[in-house]
């Protein structure tokens, strides 16, 4: 089956780094998106890996690695308006995202 | 670039009346565009996936004939809540690709239904 492993929440002080972890399993790979979501909007898209190794764009990075199923977003210099809910969501066989329940990340000043 | 509306933002029905929803590609044709539903403090489900042109592919457990989805152009999707019910009280939101690589999916903003 296809399944996303993500915690379900986690807790940061601004200005800190986090780094949100996240393994997977689907039938078939086709890279790995991160999207990010406000409470009550749409997601945003954030990053996509579909090589191994590391993605960085500004304070967000997202690292890949297809062998072991595993992907992390890092967020660096975190801002209170980076509290949000940050879904891992790998694309399978057929170009279909798969989504988890996401990991609520909390900042506190 | 790739920017996708929605409409309504939100909407409140009575029981058994039909709702529709639009989704549109405004900068970019969408060759395939998705259906969601989220309740509250879930993850996104796929509803139906659907291509211009033709007829949407429907996720299992959903009811193609109460959730009617036209994809007439590959700017325009049209999703029909059809006798809706509390039930079906939801966030929708739809999302678009326009199959370049990596298919990455744009979303809508999304539309609050509320059936009373």
């Known amino acids: 089956g296809q399944n996303i492993d ?15 972890n996240c393994t997977y399993q689907t039938s078939g790979f086709n890279g790995l998106f991160w999207y990010q979501q406000h409470a009550g909007e749409a997601p945003t898209f954030l990053s996509y890996n579909v090589l191994d190794g590391l993605e960085e764009k500004g304070r967000f990075s997202s690292f890949l690695s297809r062998s072991k199923g595993y992907s992390y977003l890092l967020l660096k210099e975190l801002q209170m308006k980076d509290s949000a809910s940050y879904l891992c969501a790998p694309m399978d066989s057929n170009y279909q995202l798969i989504w988890g329940a996401g990991t609520k990340l909390i900042i506190k000043p | 670039g790739a920017v996708v509306s929605q409409h309504p933002s939100w909407v ?16 970019f044709q969408a060759t395939t565009m998705f259906w969601y539903r989220q309740f ?9 996936t659907s291509n211009e042109g033709s007829k949407a592919t429907y996720e ?6 109460k959730f009617l989805i036209n994809h007439a152009s590959l700017t325009l999707s049209t999703l029909t809540v059809t006798s809706a019910h509390p039930e079906d009280s939801s966030f929708y939101i739809c999302s678009a690709s326009s199959g370049r690589e990596p298919n990455e999916q744009f979303f809508g903003p999304g539309t609050r239904l509320t059936v009373l």
């Open chain 1, 6 to 20: 993500q915690p379900t929440e986690m807790t940061a002080t601004e200005g800190a780094i986090v780094q949100i």
């Open chain 2, 40 to 48: 509250p403090k879930q993850s996104l489900m796929l509803m139906a």
């Open chain 2, 12 to 27: 409140i029905c009575k029981s058994g009346t039909s709702v529709k929803i639009e989704c549109r590609s405004l900068d």
């Open chain 2, 60 to 65: 299992q457990g959903v009811e193609k004939d």
